[in-house]
Nanobody
């Protein structure tokens, strides 16, 4: 069982930055990937970024160049640096943890952290 605790959300103005963190704890004994998703009101949850155990990254096109995912393996923590935020980035942001070789349905999710971009 893996637990995820997210932090770093808040209210910012357009053009500002935020850094989200997600710390994983529990029985972490093998390789894993971690990612970020978001869900805006009335919309489905959407993929934003993922970082594998080897450090490879992949991003949704709409956030490429503005968002950067990184991880600290010693702390089992993943970060999402978000720059040049726009009102359309307003959503609840979720962290995802998935052991290598396990199906998506068995991945773990954080509780979510609200990001609001508004002037």
């Amino acid at each position: 069982q893996v637990q995820l605790v997210e932090s770093g959300g808040g209210l910012v103005q357009p053009g500002e930055s935020l850094r989200l963190s997600c710390a994983a704890s529990g029985s972490i004994s093998r390789s894993y990937s971690m990612g970020w998703y978001r869900q805006a009101p009335g919309k489905q949850r959407e993929f934003l970024a993922i970082i594998t155990s080897s450090g490879s990254t992949n991003y949704q096109d709409s956030v490429k160049g503005r968002f950067t995912i990184s991880r600290d393996n010693a702390k089992n923590t993943v970060y999402l640096q978000m720059n040049s935020l726009k009102p359309e980035d307003t959503a609840v942001y979720y962290c995802n943890f998935r052991f290598v070789g396990t199906p998506a349905a068995r991945s773990s999710w954080g509780q979510g952290t609200q990001v609001t971009v508004s002037s």
